[in-house]
């Protein structure tokens, strides 16, 4: 009992003063100043930035944990219960991250069509579109198959032989809406399909992880996929 | 000056104080509750179907002088906390001050961004990175304005005949390991939303 | 009840209703936490045989299909949140401090907080059902089921406002508990003399403060994906189901520990005391309870085999889940080491142990079963499941709770239920239980899937469902006669004595009922099995001083200005959000007045 209360009379005050609090402070705030730095001025390849920025800040977050909240002077309990939390939490985390990884390896989004790269890569797919916005008459293919738009007129397009209307309400509207406006898939008008037509081809193409949308090739050709394509984009439900 | 606050303890198992401990187990569960949020703008990284996108939005120096002066609160707060151990009141009441008013700041500084990010396209339901950015950042400035609400009312609570009481240097002490851990949730966010591309 | 000399704080005038409204003694939180707990495992039980009764026969026509879906919803979460929990609440406030040496918990204005969230909660959560529907996603809630799209009603708004609520409750109690567990024990013990009982409760008490947070990050979502228009799991716009399903389990599954630990150290506590001979393997079964915990944590997935996740973390999932079998059958076995050799005295209190042990023991074989993600692959969304949460709830859980209820009932009330009616009553209960839910292996492994209203006739379902559903009539009648037994009971006169069992932990160490202060002097303690190690060495107990200055914290009535405060929030989360700024503001008075009332 003795013990237990002169240990709690120990906790009273820390030793650290008031200019090693003020020294504390400034290191943190220097810390700060240099990872907005490695951010913004220099030219960092991103795994280097972010290795050095995690790095950064646990020390910023160890010296407030330790320092400031006095874990350092504290009974032991209190770091082995915070600990409890912490470990846990970024255990999940990366648990977490590691199960998602996976999934948006193969998604696609706005940004990856960003960069010329993936346009190059969709190249090879026979699409010839460079995906500008609002281009009338994008469905005229310059390799002219089975499936394809006459030119000028994406609604006119055939795709397994049927009108490409037909083709979408038999096979895409039971997830994406007899009107287009989406039900389990998302809407496919043209205000809101505003990205490269690689990425709609490429959804079309192999589907889509995680989410209901099924690959469409092979059983539909690139041109169907294509007349698909202009359709969703250029032609009003 | 110690001697005071060491009366009143009541005796415990461990020796430490239950509002202490208490504090530090319910420090321990808000790791689970900001580590799923941050796991949720994580996952959705890079997600968004349609922008703005954070790059477009963020303005890098803005939000760093929030965090300095978030950093900076954590010291006074720490001051205020050594103030009250120290027997010198006065020093407390503007370390509190101080930090309280920081706190404002950096709250308005939030209340700006979002404001201003609403403006230019970014709403709650615009995408992936708006809806897991204002629940990450909101509920952390909620927390920061529970911890401002906190340390006004001990503030209030000194300023009165009694004071806080004999467990005074409890109080701000177990206030401080509030605050320090809204900053340090903030460090985490501020490196991985606004710093890592 | 005595009442100690020199107790301060106490108004003789107070009106009883008051009383109980602003009191702040654990044992009557205790109470509160039973009666309510019992009413709502009533609630949950009558929503169960309606579900039953729907299903007797092929084509059913009692209940439509969107009531049914309300009511197996509403099943779940009675039965997890408003019954089980609350009722293991029930014996945490009323034990921690007796089995300890304390005279309260740490905490007593927030132990009295927790209830009343806790009533608000529940009462929410049931009124739904008139005021716009009840919860009809499930208890798992999944998405996009449960976005605004196909849940256009106020059912899911339910769900996720009551659920945040009764979340929160748990969590302020067991922080309340950690504390009072790590810092308020008794002269002399340690943490490796607090009884095995005490040991569970810690460990529960870690699982929700580590798993709350994390479903209400969830139901924060989902509300804000239902009413400001996110999309964190509506596919159609960017979300991800599959997230809720992580985040749900991720909490979903130390949820189910919270519900099997505490039974578990019931079970521990009354096997030792009925077979006369301490705990066979006291450490190992305490390090089994800890890793139970640990591990909780690790296998969340096990929930989502048939999701996609892909061959590496369906291996490491399936091997955690196969590994908590192991601390799981530690504990098992030294339950029937502690039988082996004792005396044992089959009173109904060891009936329900015993019923424990082998029903539980069924349940963690279905569950081992499922572990493999290849044969899960079959038992997915089939009954098969269905048997093996019952088997583990009803015959784990429930079964452990009332054997608590017969073992302790002398030391709350000062009377003894019935051994007559309790046994009866515990035969009809097993036989009851094993005809409801045994069959449902069957029905799964033949295909019957879960959550449907009807099914066709012809498909071999048909007599097992009628089995089950006279099975459930049965289980019910059981529960009557415990009902019987106690409203019984409860008129006699209270005769027990202190220490009737012949028990070792300190709660015996005390009048039955114990005083409002619990101990007239606190135990200084030697041993793991205290009264014994006393009566084996002839240490007699402290005698009561001459004049005793107990002090018991005052009466309060800020814990239910705030439940209520917080109740009108939730209010307005449901309705406008005006009535939850005026809730946010009551909060802030309750805090305020809380924290400048005196405690002295």
Known sequence: MEHQQAAAHHEEHPPTTIRQYILIGVILAIITVVELALTEAFDLETRTLVILLVALSSVKFAIVVALFMHLRFDNPLFWRLFAFGLVLAGSILVALLALFWGDHQESRTVAAYATPGAVAAHAAAGDDDHGDEGTPAAGGEATPGEGGAPAGDPAAAVVQDMPVGEFFQANCAACHGADRQGVVGPALTPERLTEPDEFYHDTIANGRTGTAMPPWSPQLSDEDINALVQFIKHVEP | MSAASHEVQHHTTTGVDNRKMLMWVFLASECLFFGTLISTYLIFKGQSLVGPLPEEVFDIVLTSASTFILLMSSLSMVLAVYAVQHGRPTMMKAMLLLTIVM???????????????????LGLGQ??????FYVLTGFHGLHVGVGVFYLISLLIGSTRRNGLGKDRALWVDTAGLYWHFVDIVWIVIFTLVYLIP | MATAVGTVGQTTEQSKIWGWMTTVDHKKI???YGVTGFFFFLVGGVEALLVRTQLAVPEGTVIDADLYNQLFSTHAL???????MPLGASFFNYFIPLQIG???????????????????GGVMLTLSFFFGGAPDGGWFGYAPLSSEAFSPGRNMDYYTVSLLILGTSSLISSLNFIVTIINMRAPGMTMMRLPVYMWMTLVVAFLLVLSLPVITVGLIQLYFDRNFGTSFFVPATGGDPILWQHIFWIFGHPEVYVLILPSMGIVSEVIPVMSRKPLFGYAAIVFAGAAIGVLGFGVWSHHMFTTGLGTVPQVVFSASTMAIGIPTGIKIFNWLGTMYGGNIRFNTAMYFAVGFIALFTIGGISGVMHASPAVDTQHQDTYFVVAHIHYVLFGGAIMGIFSGIYYWFPKITGRFLDESLGKLSFWIMFIGMNATFFPMHFLGVSGMPRRIYTYEAGLGWDTWNLVATIGSYVLAFGVLIFLINFFKTMRQPQTASDNPWGGSTLEWATTSPPPEHNFDVIPEVRDRDPLWYNRDHGIEPTPRPEHMHIHMPPPSYFPLVLAGGVALIGLGLLTHLGVAVAGALVVVYGVWGWALEPTE
């Not at chain 3, 005279?103 to 806790?118: E, H, I, K, T």
Request: overall charge positive; hydrophobic content about 55%.
């Open chain 2, 103 to 121: 706190g404002l700041i950096f709250l308005g500084g939030q209340v700006y961004e979002f404001r201003h990010f609403n403006h230019i396209g």
């Open chain 2, 127 to 132: 995408n992936q990175f708006s809806a897991s």
């Open chain 3, 30 to 32: 205790a109470a509160l």
């Open chain 3, 78 to 84: 009675t039965m997890i949140f408003l019954a089980i």
């Open chain 3, 102 to 120: 304390a005279r309260d918990v740490a905490f007593p204005r927030l132990n009295a907080l927790g209830y009343w969230m806790y009533l608000s």
